[in-house]
């Protein structure tokens, strides 16, 4: 056995978001897109795993484990759920979450935007309208005045990259659904400004707070002819936000899986008209940016000899170290933080194999001088995974929703003796 040992201070965590966990998210663009007719969503949100009410004993289940930190989001569509109107009660309800989060011990990491938006925001026209950025900045505000110095680490805007794909150039089905370059581009300026309207406006209520961005990043992999379509790729769903994070205070990466594009010819050449033209459109694009591997496309029992994870994800744990070298390539010195690396799987045996396939990748990272200061899992329990509903197990603690019991699995236990420790123990020597 050898033992990996992290520097002092690596901080260990686990996260989730709110309309992921919380459940009633009813005032949000996310509900009303997974009702809507039409739409890609397989199941409702609904109660998710009542997170809302059962914060308590959720953060201190996470807390009892080993974990130093917990990563969860605040939601914008409850606190102010009418334009202008900010709702006491919810950021009281904040408040406590994060009271108890310190009461624990663990160190509140707040995420400000993670995807959904206020039903009102999404009328005026989601990260369409000029307005977004301002008003996101106000909300803002009222978070960040109303948990005081009670919280040291914001992530403004999670995974802006995914979310411009997702829900304006028609990539993932995400709302508002809207489609076509002009509209990922327009989105991508209002995702960057609200971004940087937050940072300022964190940096000014409170100097001190480490403010960053959180970014989906994949480990893309080319042959000569799939390069065109691998820089294009990473261009618009990742380094225009990683441009935008050059005076943040920490870079948060998430990442899951690598893709491969091992192309014949280069067609990179072919890409503004065809994305211009339609219907080529979603089929390469989607092929390109699905996060999945373009010469083995996903299928249920795909016999490509490529281990799969439920998302139809390459089972791939040290992709993350590859998405962190480059970052530090991008942006030298700056430190990062992975904010989110996990997996979706029925065998939880699985998971603790990614767990120390991504970290043994990731000490290695460290040992190279790439200042890499903590390690959040997702997630800490099962959730709703977005339009692919509640069959996509990620968590370190299951959940049956029927009953809203948790359950902690083994990786739980082993993630979280790694916390503990602060090392992770790998065979040979
Ligand atoms: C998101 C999470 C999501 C996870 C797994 C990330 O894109 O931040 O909300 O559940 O990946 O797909």
């Known amino acids: 056995m050898t033992e990996l040992v992290f520097p002092a201070g690596f901080m260990w965590g686990t996260a989730t978001a709110a309309h992921q966990v919380e459940g009633g998210n009813s005032n949000s663009d996310w509900w009303e897109w997974e009702l809507r007719p039409g739409t890609p969503c397989k199941e409702p949100s609904g109660t998710a795993i009542d997170h809302y009410a059962r914060y ?41 979450t994060v009271a108890a989060v310190r009461r624990c011990n663990l160190v509140p990491m707040v995420t400000l935007n993670h995807f959904t938006l206020p039903l009102w925001v999404a009328q005026k026209g989601s990260w369409l309208a000029d307005e977004t950025p301002r ?175 439920q998302m139809g994800y390459e089972f791939r744990p040290q992709a993350v170290a590859a998405t962190v070298r480059r970052v530090a390539e991008l942006l030298p010195g700056k430190p990062i933080i992975v904010t989110e690396h996990g997996l979706a799987t029925a065998n939880d045996a699985e998971r603790i194999e990614f767990i120390s396939g991504g970290l043994a990748a990731l000490h290695d990272v460290i040992s190279d001088g790439i200042p890499l200061g903590g390690y959040i899992h997702w997630s800490a329990f099962d959730n709703f995974e977005w339009d692919r509903g509640y069959s996509m197990t990620f968590g370190l603690i299951g959940v049956d929703r029927a009953t809203q019991e948790r359950t902690v699995r083994p990786s739980a236990r082993f993630l979280g003796e790694i916390a503990r420790k602060n090392r992770l123990e790998v065979a040979g020597s």
């Open 56 to 96: 308590e004993s959720d953060i201190s289940m996470i807390a009892g484990l080993g974990f130093g930190t917990y990563r969860f989001s605040v939601e914008w569509a409850r606190i102010e759920p009418t334009e202008g109107v900010f709702d006491e009660a919810q950021l009281e309800h904040y408040r406590s």
């Open 135 to 309: 008003l996101f900045e106000r909300y803002v505000r009222r978070v960040v005045e109303a948990l005081g110095d009670s919280v040291d680490w914001y992530c403004t805007i999670n995974e802006p990259g995914i979310v411009g794909i997702g829900g304006y150039l028609g990539m993932l089905g995400f709302p508002p659904g809207a489609r076509g370059l002009s509209s990922w581009r327009r989105a991508a300026d209002g995702l960057i400004a609200g971004h940087r309207r937050a940072r300022a406006a964190v940096k000014e209520l409170r100097p001190g707070a480490k403010v960053g961005q959180t970014h989906a990043m994949i480990e893309w992999e080319s042959n000569a002819g799939g390069r065109p379509i691998m820089a294009f790729s990473r261009r618009i769903a990742e380094d225009v936000y990683l441009e935008a994070s050059k005076e943040d205070d920490f870079i948060g990466v998430q990442t899951y899986t690598r893709v491969q594009l091992n192309l014949a010819r280069p067609i990179g050449w072919l890409m503004r008209p065809v994305l211009a033209a339609g219907p080529l459109t979603r089929i390469m694009v989607s092929a390109m940016l699905s996060r999945t591997n373009l010469s083995t496309p996903p299928q249920p029992n795909p016999d490509d000899g490529v281990r799969r994870t």
